[in-house]
Each structure stands twice: as C-alpha cells, then as structure tokens.
C-alpha cells in the first residue's frame, strides 16, 4: 500500500512542535516515560505534543474486550480490528493527516535517517500492538508503514514508539541545549561517536588523553574524527560500507587500524566489510 504520507507537502518553516499521537493499551506508562529527560523539558516547552488514545476506551462491551482467537487456530490472541479503527478515527479528527505508523519486528529497521526524514513532519500516528498481533485488515488499510527497532521482539510497541519519539524529539531545533549536540551524535554523519571525557583530569581509572588539554583546536577534532572512525570500524564495520569516506578520512583510518594492530595483535574481523586494501 503506498505510504499516504509519501504525496503530503508541508510548508518548509513549519511549526516546531511536533505532535505525536499513540495508540495503546498502557497509556500511563507511555505519559510517565515521557514526562523524563530532555523529551519532558520539550513536553514543557511546547516543543511537541502528545496524546493517548486508548483502544479499551472505544469498545462496545462491559469486559472492553480488544483481543479475540486467531482464525485458523494458534496460540495467543489477536488484536481486534474494530477498537484500533473507533481510536485511530478519534486521534485522526485531531492529528489530522499524520503518517500512521506500526511498530512491529516486520517493519524496516528504523535508522537515525529516518529519524532526520520523520523529524520534518509535524506530527505522526504511532500504534502499539500487543497480543501475537494485529487483525491484518487494519494494518492494510489503515497503517502507512511499519517499524522495527531491531530483530527482536518485546511485548508491545510502546517501548519502541518512546525510543523513535525521544529520537525525533532531541532533532527538533530549541530541544538541547545546544542544536550541535544531536549533530555530533552517533549516526549523524554515518557512523558511531568518539569517545568523551570531563573532569578530574586523573583518576584511579587512567587520564584524560593529553591532545584533549592542548588547547589545539585542529588535533582534536583529528583525534575526535579518527576515534570516531576506528569505534566504528571495530564495532559496527557494516557501517562503513554505506559511508564514503574522503582521503583524509581513509587515512586516519589506515593509521587507526595499524596502531590497533599493532598494539593488541588483532586481525580484521572475517566479518568486517573494510579491509587493509580498502583504506590505502
């Protein structure tokens, strides 16, 4: 089904609050997670919204049944269709057009891409299944995509749709302290963040790297950049296979990898997707 987002058109100086609307049977966990850190302190500023809507409150029956068996047989319960489209209609009279998103383990992984693509929209739909899942007629008709947010599976969506707001939330211009911090992130440019040190300068764990005190404004963001690249390469090396890296970078890289190897006789990974010959 193509995504009713896809052909939407928002004014490029939108309103920076960002709306988000959740369906879920917890509500109360979702407001309390989100009332924390800095997605509170943008709740409280009026950098975005939210609202739960409840699908036991759009039943029709004394028990507020949402769940029934399976067509076919199997174990677990299915989530029915007709509460999920009484609630999704209910959130939709107030969010007017925003994407509908599920959030299942059969939906594209979300990635901070998506997060810097989601984080121009003004708002967003998410539904939390519960149960071994979803009438699927729902999802076909209603849901604009599904997503992921990794190849496991917890006991509903909730948890995710906090993770992918507070990932939209800390991208919206006002939330941090500093608009640079979130720049700086992991994922922002490709691949993952250096590593980060405060006061004391000495303790019994070991120092501050000395080039961190220079004062050298240049060796530092080299150091920074290198250190960034090498955590990478050591940790997710299916990361910089999606990256192009300039000359500079394959240098530090190169020097990153020899230095490693030098120190802790290490071989590249069999799994690695950058090998000596790709980082002259």
Known sequence: MQALWANMTYEAAWDPKMRFDVLTLFPDLVRQA???GVVGRALDKGRIALNC?????????????VDDRPYGGGPGMVFMIEPLRRALLAARAQAGAAPVVLL???????????????????????????????????VDTYVD?????????????EVPALAIMD??????????????????????DGVLDCPHYTRPEL??????????????????ARWRRQKSLGATWLRRPDLLG???????????????????EANFGVELSAKSVVTPRDVP
């Open 242 to 260: 999606k990256v192009i890296l300039n000359s500079a970078d394959r240098r530090l890289l190169r020097e990153f990898i020899d230095d490693h």
């Open 53 to 65: 809507w409840n699908p036991r409150d759009y039943t029709e029956d004394n028990y507020r049944t």
């Open 203 to 220: 303790a019994d764990e070991g120092a501050v790297p000395a080039v961190l005190l220079s004062g050298n404004h240049a060796a530092i």
């Open 104 to 138: 299942s383990p059969q939906g594209r992984r979300f990635d901070q891409n998506r997060a810097r693509e989601w984080a121009q929209l003004p708002g967003l739909v998410f539904v939390c299944g519960r149960y071994e899942g979803i009438d699927q007629r729902f």
């Open 145 to 157: 995509e599904e997503i992921s947010i990794g190849d496991f599976v917890v006991s509903g969506g």
């Open 34 to 36: 989100m009332t924390a």
């Open 167 to 188: 990932a939209l939330t800390r991208l919206l211009p006002g939330v941090l302290h500093t608009d640079a911090s979130a720049i700086e992130d992991s994922f922002m």
